[in-house]
């Protein structure tokens, strides 16, 4: 009912016959060729995006929680002011951005091509720009290396790996 109904008279499918396969037989090189054309543009565009950082700035929290999210429309947007056009459909977000930070994205300019890009979300030109460095301002208004922070973190979670509860020295 659905080939009848529906691809049949939107010229979607064609019944299998030997006329119709002897016309998807002369399209089949034109059709080849259009894709070999879509996907040479399709990666001259990701030489072009391939590892460009977008800065968008938003509201948010001190606790760095955006009032709103980032979404793929904004991230097309934000592509598209740098100097290449991008379509929301393209852009691949498993979930909206809602916090504040760098964030990859993966960018599908077609099936057999994909380019990541990184955006940097921040409060205002000057966090984006701190941000880009690798540092980030607290809650009091302190400037910290986030490498120095998870490298402090990372030590801290091993530490806690190698004692098991109970065995520290005092524990009887």
Do not use: W
């Amino acid at each position: 009912g659905y080939a009848r109904n529906y691809l049949l008279p939107r010229k979607k499918a064609l019944r299998a016959s030997e006329s119709s396969r002897a016309v998807f037989q002369e399209q089949r090189s034109q059709l080849e060729a259009e894709n070999l054309k879509n996907r040479s543009e399709a990666e001259r565009i990701a030489e072009d995006v391939n590892g460009r950082t977008i800065i968008i700035v938003r509201q948010a929290s001190d606790s760095d929680q955006l009032y709103g999210s980032v979404t793929t429309r904004d991230i097309a947007n934000g592509i598209t002011e740098s100097g290449v056009t991008v379509d929301r459909r393209q852009v691949i977000l498993p979930n909206p951005i809602k916090t504040v930070g760098m964030h990859p994205v993966r960018i599908d300019l077609h099936p057999e091509v994909s380019s990541e890009i990184i955006a940097n979300i921040a409060r205002s030109e000057e966090e984006a720009k701190m941000q880009a460095r690798g540092e980030r301002v607290n809650r009091d208004g302190d400037v910290i290396d986030v490498a120095e922070e998870e490298a402090a973190l990372e030590a801290a979670i091993e530490a806690e790996a190698v004692f098991e509860e109970g065995a520290t020295p005092d524990a009887k």
